[in-house]
Nanobody, 126 residues
Framework: QVQLVESGGGLVQPGGSLRLSCAAS????????IVWFRQAPGKEREGVSC????????YYADSVKGRFTISRDNAKNTVRLQMNGLKPEDTAVYYC???????????????????WGQGTQVTVSS
């Protein structure tokens, strides 16, 4: 069955870096766009970044542009989110998701993304 497993979260000081990984199984990652969402306490889940199946298109929320980089390694069935210059407002549970399609259409909304990982906590605090 389709499975997504996030890892790499943790506690980091402001200005620090983390690299999140999303390990995929049960489907052909090379054919699928992957999106990262995050959800902070009391807030709605928001789209952070998305990468198309071919990696030819990447998208970022305005709040993370220039600080986060999404990439994929289909041979390792993994999508990564490199997060630099972390801020306290980046604190959230981060999720990866897919709908098994190849494009990032509507990546900003959780609706339509059928398969989700369990999430990994990122805390940015001094």
């Amino acid at each position: 069955q389709v499975q997504l497993v996030e890892s790499g979260g943790g506690l980091v000081q402001p200005g620090g870096s983390l690299r999140l990984s999303c390990a995929a199984s049960g489907f052909t990652l090379a054919y699928s766009a992957i999106v990262w969402f995050r959800q902070a306490p009391g807030k709605e889940r928001e789209g952070v970044s998305c990468i198309s199946s071919s990696a030819s298109s990447t998208y970022y929320a305005d709040s993370v542009k220039g600080r986060f980089t999404i990439s994929r390694d289909n041979a390792k069935n993994t999508v990564r989110l490199q997060m630099n210059g972390l801020k306290p407002e980046d604190t959230a549970v981060y999720y990866c998701a897919t709908d098994l399609g190849g494009y990032c259409s509507g990546y900003g909304s959780p609706a339509g993304w059928r398969y989700w990982g369990q999430g990994t906590q990122v805390t940015v605090s001094s």
